[in-house]
């Protein structure tokens, strides 16, 4: 069974950071695409980061030099680590997987496995 669990949500000062995590189980992370998304109140879930199998990553243009996704092989877990935030970044995030390997995508639609969610807010 494709299980997907974020943690590492929380609450951060503005200009902090956080490493959200997301374990997977029931399959190996390297063989699926992975996407980072997240959903703001009243707002709809956007894109913020995804990998390829192979390692290749893509970010939102209002996220790059800011997040950075990576993957642990051996714990097959993604990592987001998100440093600079902003009130604005405050929303649920999710992690996501596709089984198309190669697949760079922003878009939700195209990843079938889904978490959770683990909310960050970042407020003084």
């Known amino acids: 069974q494709v299980q997907l669990v974020e943690s590492g949500g929380g609450l951060v000062q503005p200009g902090g950071s956080l490493r959200l995590s997301c374990a997977a189980s029931g399959f190996t992370l390297d063989s699926y695409a992975i996407g980072w998304f997240r959903q703001a109140p009243g707002k709809e879930r956007e894109g913020v980061s995804c990998?390829?199998?192979?390692?290749?990553?893509h970010y939102a243009d209002s996220m790059k030099g800011r997040f950075t996704i990576s993957r642990d092989n051996a714990k097959n877990t993604v990592y987001l680590q998100m440093s600079s935030l902003k009130p604005e970044d405050t929303a649920v995030y999710y992690c996501?997987?596709?089984?198309?390997?190669?697949?760079?995508?922003?878009?939700?639609?195209?990843?079938?496995?889904w978490g959770q969610g683990t909310q960050v807010t970042v407020s003084s």
């Open positions: 990998m390829t199998s192979d390692g290749t990553t």
């Open positions: 996501a997987a596709s089984s198309r390997m190669g697949l760079i995508s922003l878009s939700d639609m195209e990843y079938a496995y």
